[in-house]
């Protein structure tokens, strides 16, 4: 036992007191965050294309009232051109074609044009016989504001039928969204946000994902290392080679603790700054600044809850954060993080100890870690669609996925006993396949030579 | 004298190739064991069964009389022939853990180890990282390695393999400086002029099997075969009654030298007489096989008596 501590204690120490994890544990919150924000700005921005596609727009019914679309394209060519890009079309400039259907064509053929958009129904009410002539396939998207644009035209037209004008016709949707409120078994209502929860949720999944993969593959690289530095005979004649794998596995996932308490601390410390730094402006007396996240932790009543929805977005947002079920929360991402790692860190570590080169790592990590890739998927689909759906549910028993879904479910509220009983699977689990690692690591780590094959590996488990 | 280490019968397979065929062998408190024999002939299994890396599948190893167990490996210190050191850890730290590994406390450790790098002159590389050491200087590392916990056994797979020579002697020193201070050692090597300076007793394993074990002493005499040599200024000639073979040869300064293998009813004293009355002798010399000689020689009778018994008779080639 004293060994599983002397090698935790290296393996701790050596990749503490490295630089680049220093470094990674500063700015890794920084390319963290840059990387959300990047991928959210390309999300929402769209495509790099910026020119503006002009499509012919024309209805082929002869006598349906040709003022109302030629009304439309002139509001669009005017909107695209007083916003640039940012019109209510996106980057689409509606012109009426010209009436002989050939010349049309022609001019989609030749390019002078994008495309050419020919409504086959006089009051949009069916889109059967519209169809979109265009040279290039277009994209998803291009077709979904095609498709909207059309849509719209044809509530508003139905509108207009009634005499109403567009801006009553704006005035009449309903303004804001609905807020949940969610009832507790002993008669509470709070707030309540999907958005938020789902956001939580698959960001602590992420989180669960990228570690598993990071420190994950430490192990197995340490195991290499040993292996191919030929260090590792000195140390098995006189460390018990389970409790070498152990002490690999431990340490290394002290590492992430660590690195994750130094992330949450920083994070906690940048929060308040910024927190205390604002409000200390606006109303608070510099000496009582230090009281500021204090406050913020303690619970707050209906009432003050109401006030700070009404002051905006801004602080009502710090209400819905306010009714998260931390412990929990954090109470599953720890367990299932740390039990996910085990799991799989027992994994990579056998494999460190199997190949020789790192070339031939390839062949033995697919299949292990393409069931963590399938946790992630289904946790970025279903979880996010039904939390409380049966493939939810069974996903997050299933020990290999289980780290992944069930963190992404955690801010909707588990039952304790499902939360329980997968976390016993996967501990469960951890221990088989520790047992099963620990049985090629005692062999592989002295294999050196050819390459090894799944037939080896399991004559070593035998 | 108590035996420090002792396998009886020991027998591993991997499979169907049989890498330690009931070995028996035993390394006597303060003395220094050699293990020879050709590549593959089993001495890394062998060892690596005495520094607990692998278990036997038959046979017993015994450590100071008791069954040889994990714990024993506290007592030990091992350096594979494959061997190397964690290259972005310093000196000092990697010292401190092999200590600690091997069962010393902390303070002990550190104490040990400053009194290693004191003795090997290697204060001043303390903190340095082993991928900025000299190779020389990683390989007095790697032998600290194993001695700085002080054990009574020392095990060393080819020790001498990828030294220099000057740092190959400093290791012949420090193994004889271990065995004098009542430490053992047992070491496998390809070198013979290592084997007859430095063991107390050595043993030839060839495909897994023991050929041959003994004090050096001992060895060397039972391969004595009667061989003399003997030096004249000008050639002569010996009585055929006397001698099975005998060889000439002239050296570079112009003198004659006979080897002769004499009958084995004649004493060297006999000999002697006879060699006098021939001409006027200037060399006697009694020719006692040197370690090499011997090693080849049974290596190669083993090979011999190995191949007898693996032929396969003629009925058998036939084709069913």
């Not at chain 1, 890794?28 to 959210?40: H, Q």
């Not at chain 1, 993969?213 to 030929?230: D, P």
């Not at chain 2, 004249?232 to 000639?237: G, I, K, Q």
Request: one cysteine or more; charged letters at 20%.
């Amino acid at each position: 036992m004293k060994n599983i501590w002397v090698i935790f204690k290296r393996e701790y120490l050596s990749r503490v007191k490295n630089k680049t994890f220093i470094i990674m544990t500063f700015l890794g919150p920084v390319l963290m965050v840059g990387f959300y924000a990047s991928t959210l700005y390309i999300a929402t921005k769209g495509s790099d294309d910026k020119r503006i596609k002009n499509v012919y727009v024309s209805q082929m019914i002869p006598f349906i009232n040709d003022t109302l679309l030629s009304h439309e394209v002139a509001n669009n060519s005017n909107k695209a051109k007083k916003n640039g890009t940012e019109s209510g079309l996106l980057n689409t400039l509606l012109i009426l074609a010209p009436s002989n259907k050939d010349s049309a064509i022609e001019h989609v053929k030749r390019g002078s044009v994008d495309g050419w958009l020919s409504i086959g129904d006089y009051d949009f009410s069916t889109l059967d016989s519209t169809n979109y002539y265009t040279l290039q396939t277009p994209s998803m998207i291009e077709m979904e504001i095609l498709n909207k644009w059309i849509q719209d035209r044809a509530v508003q037209n139905a509108y207009s039928k009634l005499g109403l004008r567009e801006s009553q016709i704006d005035s009449l949707r309903s303004q804001g969204s609905i807020k949940t409120k969610e009832l507790s078994k002993d008669g509470n209502i709070s707030d309540s946000s999907s958005d938020l929860k789902s956001g939580i949720g698959f960001g602590l999944a992420f989180l669960v994902y990228l570690f598993i993969f990071i420190y994950g593959s430490m192990v197995m690289r340490s195991a290499m290392e040993e292996k191919t530095n030929r260090i590792v005979e000195i140390i098995v004649s006189s460390v018990n080679p389970f409790h070498l794998m152990m002490g690999k596995i431990l340490g290394v996932a002290a590492v992430g603790l660590t690195q994750f308490i130094a992330w949450i601390v920083l994070a906690i410390a940048l929060i308040s700054g910024i927190s205390s730094f604002g409000i200390g402006q606006q109303k608070i007396e510099p000496t009582s600044m230090v009281n500021v996240p204090g406050a913020m932790g303690n619970s707050l009543s209906a009432q003050q809850i109401e006030t700070i929805q009404s002051t905006g977005d801004a602080h009502s947002l710090l209400a819905l954060l306010e009714n998260l079920p931390y412990f929990q929360i954090l109470a599953i991402f720890l367990l299932f993080f740390i039990g996910g790692y085990l799991l799989y860190s027992s994994f990579f570590a056998a494999i460190g100890s199997a190949v020789n080169e790192s070339s031939d790592v390839q062949q033995f990590m697919l299949p292990v870690s393409l069931p963590l890739v399938f946790g992630f998927i289904i946790a970025q689909s279903v979880a996010l669609k039904s939390p409380h759906g049966i493939l939810a549910q069974v996903f997050s028993m299933f020990p290999l996925t289980s780290p992944v879904v069930m963190v992404v479910r955690a801010p909707f509220g588990v039952p304790i006993s499902e939360i329980i009983l997968s976390a016993c699977i996967l501990f469960a689990s951890f221990f088989l396949m520790v047992w099963v690692s620990g049985r090629i690591y005692r062999i592989g780590i002295l294999s050196y030579g050819k390459k090894p094959t799944w037939k080896d590996l399991w004559k070593w488990i035998r | 004298m108590a035996n420090v280490i002792e396998t009886s019968s020991v027998f591993k397979a991997y499979g169907e190739q049989i890498v330690s065929k009931n070995i028996s062998i035993a390394v006597a408190e303060g003395s220094i064991y050699g293990l020879l024999g050709p590549n593959g002939a089993g001495k890394t299994t062998l060892i690596r069964m005495l520094a607990t890396i692998t278990q036997p599948d038959r046979g017993e190893i015994r450590f100071m009389g008791e069954p040889l167990r994990e714990k024993h490996s506290q007592k030990m210190g091992y350096m594979p022939e494959e061997r190397g050191l964690y290259k972005k850890m310093t000196v000092a730290d990697q010292l401190l853990f092999f200590a600690e590994l091997r069962g010393f406390s902390k303070k002990d450790a550190q104490t040990a180890v400053k009194k290693w790098l004191h003795r090997m002159d290697m204060m001043e590389w303390a903190k340095k990282k082993v991928e900025e050491i000299s190779k020389g200087m990683a390989q007095k590392v790697q032998f600290v390695s194993c001695v700085l916990h002080n054990p009574q056994l020392l095990i060393l797979d080819e020790p001498f393999s990828g030294f220099d020579p000057v740092n190959a002697d400093l290791i012949k020193d420090l193994i004889l400086e271990q065995r004098n201070a009542g430490h053992s050692i047992i070491f496998s090597t390809h070198r013979m002029d290592n084997v007859e300076s430095l063991c107390d007793r050595l043993g030839i394993i060839h495909n897994g099997e023991k050929v041959l074990d003994g004090t050096v002493s001992e060895i060397r005499r039972s391969h004595f075969k009667g061989a003399f040599e003997l030096g004249y200024h000008n050639p002569v000639f010996f009585p055929t009654h006397l001698i099975q073979t005998s060889q000439m040869r002239e050296t570079n300064d112009g003198k004659f030298t006979y080897t002769i293998q004499t009958n084995s009813a004649f004493s060297p004293q006999d000999l002697l007489q006879e060699g006098m009355k021939a001409g006027e002798l200037i060399h006697f010399s009694e020719l006692i096989p040197s370690i090499h000689d011997i090693f080849v020689e049974t290596v190669a009778q083993a090979k011999l008596e190995s191949n007898e018994s693996v032929s396969i008779p003629p009925s058998k080639l036939i084709a069913p």
